[in-house]
């Protein structure tokens, strides 16, 4: 029988050496050939799951995404069968930062990402909507504890969304060593204090 070919699994490969790349070397060295010698094949191999550099980053924020995305399922299974909206918050924020390997090679593809995206039109309408379905996520989170009662009625839930984003820009802070991680969950941690006040955490 004709050997099965992972394909799938070649192309997550190749993404986890883009990453490397990213990560140890920086975006301007972020070529084909340079990812296929990080990922240990030759850049025809590279080229037949890839036909261009644009779709090989594509697929590599995809998967960057489905990772963070698998850490905070992980982490909300932990967190029982009814987590509090803060702490669901409060992981999935913490998850979008630079906190730890998995986290900060991600977080790396992603500036990655925005970059190629301002000068590429299909690579920045996929991030735009990849950010848009997030930022959704997020708010929709946000309208449920308003309507559960855990975040004042007077709160708007975009508002408070946007807000709530704006803490994953601690992102270049500590990457640069102007902060340390402890201080990006505080400042977290003191935001979600603020926006979750008078409410019951055991409701």
Same mark, same amino acid.
């Given at each position: 029988?004709?050997?099965?070919? $992972? ?6 490969? @190749? ?5 490397? +790349? ?18 240990? @094949? ?19 924020? $995809? ?31 913490? !998850? ?41 996520? @997020? ?6 504890? +308003? ?12 508002? !408070? ?17 102007? @902060? ?24």
């Amino acid at each position: 029988m004709p050997k099965q070919v $992972d394909h799938r699994g070649r192309r997550e490969a @190749i993404a986890r050496a883009l990453w490397r +790349v990213v990560e140890q070397r920086g975006v301007a060295h972020l070529t084909m050939r340079v990812v296929a010698q990080e990922a240990g @094949i030759s850049l025809g191999q590279l080229q037949h799951y890839f036909a261009s550099r644009a779709a090989m980053l594509s697929f590599a924020m $995809d998967f960057a995404s489905e990772r963070t995305s698998l850490r905070v399922e992980q982490g909300l299974e932990k967190l029982g069968d009814r987590p509090h909206p803060r702490d669901v918050l409060r992981l999935t924020l913490a !998850e979008m930062l630079p906190l730890h390997a998995d986290a900060r090679a991600t977080s790396r593809m992603s500036a990655a990402y925005v970059l190629e995206a301002l000068h590429d039109e299909a690579v920045h309408e996929q991030a735009r909507r990849g950010l848009v379905q997030g930022r959704a996520l @997020i708010e929709q989170l946000v309208r449920q504890a +308003v309507a559960d009662g855990h975040i004042a009625p007077d709160r708007d839930p975009a508002t !408070e969304t946007n807000l709530l984003l704006a803490l994953t820009g601690l992102t270049p802070l500590i990457e640069l060593d102007v @902060i340390t991680p402890r201080d990006a969950l505080t400042a977290i941690d003191l935001h979600l204090d603020r926006l979750f006040t008078g409410t019951d955490r055991s409701a």
